[in-house]
Structures are given as C-alpha cells and as structure tokens.
C-alpha cells in the first residue's frame, strides 16, 4: 500500500517549535537517542471521527479529553530504524506554512493558534506478521 495523507481540519495547536527536533522519550535502553518533531492538537468533532477511523485500521494515538475537549499528539521521527536500531531512512522536517498555506513558518507555532495538520497514513508489519496502519506527523498550514 503507498502511502496516504489525512488532513485534520481547523484544528487548534499547543507551542510547537518548527525548525529543531525534540529527543524521543522512547528510545529503547542501549540505542543512540531518537529524536521526532511533534505536535499537539486539540480536534473538533470532525477531526476526533477522522482519528477514530484511523484507529480502526490500528493507528495508536490516543484520543485524550480534558475540559477543553478532546485532543491527541503526533510526532514524525527524523529518522526510520528498524528492530535493531539500524537506521533504514532519514525523514525530512515536517512542511510548516503560514496561513497563506505557502510562505514557510520559521518561529514556534503559537498557542491556540488554529489551522490544518497534514498526517502521513502508512502501512507495516506487526510483531505477529500481520499489518497495522499508523500515522505520522507530515504538514500543518
């Protein structure tokens, strides 16, 4: 399956900085730190069905509710390991716009600032041979 994208409209973002990744609290014991650009987003009801979707297919993000409502995190890593930690491909940084949907954002997204996010939907294979589906961070305008 090629890869597809998902865009979760009019969403509301928390700060997010755009040109440095952060290190990966998931790094397993003995493996070189990973790092992964991430973003927070509160969803309105049209983005918490499209998440839904997703899961059904076996993407794991949580979906989390507070008394602002629900919201979820994405992250896209700068780089693909395997098992082993053998890196298998490097990803670029995710494409930050201004409003224009064109000019490129060089500071921190703002809190509460709202817009699109782009996720990147791809298929792989899971520990029992079987094949999930799973989300990435790709775009946000």
Not at 92 to 105: E, M, N, R, S, Y
């Amino acid at each position: 399956m090629a890869n597809s994208f998902v865009t979760l409209k009019d969403v509301v973002f928390n700060y997010a900085k755009t040109t440095e990744p952060e290190e990966s609290p998931f790094t397993p014991p003995g493996q070189a730190p990973k790092f992964q650009w991430k973003k927070k987003a509160r969803l309105n009801q049209e983005a918490v069905m499209q998440v839904m979707e997703l899961q059904a297919k076996g993407e794991e993000n949580q979906l989390k509710k507070d008394d602002d409502g629900y919201y979820t995190n994405f992250a896209r890593p700068t780089e693909i390991r395997d098992s082993k930690g053998v890196v298998k491909a490097k990803l670029d940084a995710p494409k930050i716009f201004q409003a224009d949907g064109v000019t490129p954002l060089t500071e921190m997204i703002g809190n509460g600032s709202k817009g699109d996010l782009t996720l990147e939907v791809y298929e792989h294979k899971t520990p029992n041979g079987g094949k999930s589906h799973a989300a990435r961070f790709y775009s946000a305008v």
